[in-house]
Each structure stands twice: as structure tokens, then as C-alpha cells.
């Protein structure tokens, strides 16, 4: 199946500093890439949904502002958690999709970025 | 709306006996359904996926499930359970329109013992 890389696999940050993490597909071009959020020993709540070239679309009730997305290129897509604070520490995970051939009915998952926040 | 509901949070089954992992979907068209596997501080695996072709799906690791219209489930099970198997699963609808969203399932904690 296809890579899905994500850097970094954890982080603890600051409270009121920026922390970005990336998502990259390694082996195809992501037409589209999704980024959701886990709390500890919940399910995934999708987040936002980002084209190649385009703004990201945000879930409602997620603020824009404070988790800036950007999919500059068809392998690439990071997630700035801007002036975090300690409610935002979760387990952060991306998925890459293309509409490309045999691979569009799949979504292809990273393998996650807890982001601790103190 | 699709939506999934998994009807178990936990599941505990001994090593070497069935697994049977529940899940029951909503969905105003044929739609695309899926079980991923997630060990501690990992992401998602995934183990099988059901896209309207044959309605018993097999996957990996012993895993299958079968799709059931007239009874809008997607259960997922495997004969004999392994050590190997504890974790969470989540069982996932797609999205209508095939823009690639997922909707996930709230998640079956899958505990064995030996």
C-alpha cells in the first residue's frame, strides 16, 4: 500500500508557541489530505479537509485561525497549531488521498503526532 | 447523514477463541465501508474495506467482515484470536460523493487474553 509519513511523532511545546507538524505522501500524489484529532481513548474527529493549491476546508466548531493548514504541493500538507495551549495536546493524524486510479477509494493514514502542550 | 455506531467500547475474548467486533452503519446510498486497527500511540491500519463489490470481504491478518444491507451491519470477525490482536478498532463510512471523508466509528477495544 501507499506511505503516508508524518513528522514529528511527538512534540511537547510551550504554552503560546506555534508548533507545526507534516504530513507527506511518499510514493503518490495526495489530491487530498485530511487532518483529524484523537483524544485520549476516543475515536477520530475529522478536522479539516485540504485540496492541493486550495484553502483548507474546517469541520464545524474548528477554529481556522488556530490550526492553520496548508497543502502547498501534491505531497505535502502541514498542520500549525498556532499559540497552543494545553487543551490542544491530542494525538493529531493525517490521511492522503487521490482520485487518481485504483488508490482513490482508499485513504491512506499517517502514523500519528501527540502533541503535548505544558 | 452516514453515520457508524459500533455496539461494543470493549470486547474480551481468550487467545485462540472467535472474535466477533460489531458495527452497525447508516447511509442513503450503497455506500463504502471499512475497519482499521490502531495500536497504542500508533495510526491506522487498515484491515479490510467493502466498495459494493463481493459482500464477504477478506483482509488481513485472518480479518473478515461481512456487509449485510438488509441489516445495515459490517461485523467484523476472525476464528481464533491472537495476542497480537489487542487493540482498538475502528469501523468507518465513507462520505457520499466520493470526496474521501471518512466518518469513523467510536471505537471497539479489543483485549485477549492468553
Known amino acids: 500500500g501507499a506511505v503516508v509519513s508524518q513528522h514529528p511523532s511527538w512534540v511537547i511545546c510551550k504554552s503560546g508557541t506555534s508548533v507545526k507538524i507534516e504530513c507527506r505522501s511518499l510514493?503518490?500524489?495526495?489530491?487530498?489530505m485530511f487532518w483529524y484529532r484523537q483524544f485520549p481513548k476516543q475515536s477520530l474527529m475529522l478536522m479539516a479537509t485540504?485540496?492541493?493549491?486550495?484553502?483548507?476546508?474546517?469541520e464545524q466548531g474548528v477554529e481556522k485561525d488556530k490550526f492553520l493548514i496548508n497543502h502547498a504541493s501534491l505531497t505535502l500538507s502541514t498542520l500549525t497549531v498556532t499559540s497552543a495551549h494545553p487543551e490542544d495536546s491530542s494525538f493529531y493524524i493525517c490521511?492522503?488521498?487521490?482520485?487518481?486510479?485504483?488508490?482513490?477509494?482508499?485513504?491512506?493514514f499517517g502514523q500519528g503526532t501527540r502533541l503535548t502542550v505544558v | 447523514a452516514q453515520s457508524v455506531t459500533q455496539l461494543d467500547s470493549h470486547v474480551s475474548v481468550s487467545e485462540g477463541t472467535p472474535v466477533l467486533l460489531r458495527c452497525n452503519y447508516s447511509?442513503?446510498?450503497?455506500?463504502?465501508l471499512f475497519w482499521y486497527v490502531q495500536h497504542p500511540n500508533k495510526g491506522l491500519q487498515l484491515l479490510l474495506k467493502y466498495t459494493s463489490a463481493a459482500t464477504l470481504v477478506k483482509g488481513i491478518n485472518g480479518f473478515e467482515a461481512e456487509f449485510k444491507k438488509s441489516e445495515t451491519s459490517f461485523h467484523l470477525t476472525k476464528p481464533s484470536a491472537h495476542m497480537s490482536d489487542a487493540a482498538e478498532y475502528f469501523c468507518v463510512v465513507s462520505v457520499s460523493g466520493n470526496t474521501g471523508k471518512l466518518i469513523f466509528g467510536q471505537g471497539t477495544t479489543l483485549q485477549v487474553k492468553p
Open positions: 447511509s442513503s446510498y450503497s455506500p463504502s
Open positions: 510514493d503518490f500524489q495526495a489530491t487530498t
Open positions: 490521511s492522503a488521498r487521490t482520485d487518481r486510479g485504483r488508490m482513490n477509494t482508499e485513504a491512506f
Open positions: 485540504s485540496n492541493e493549491g486550495s484553502k483548507a476546508t474546517y
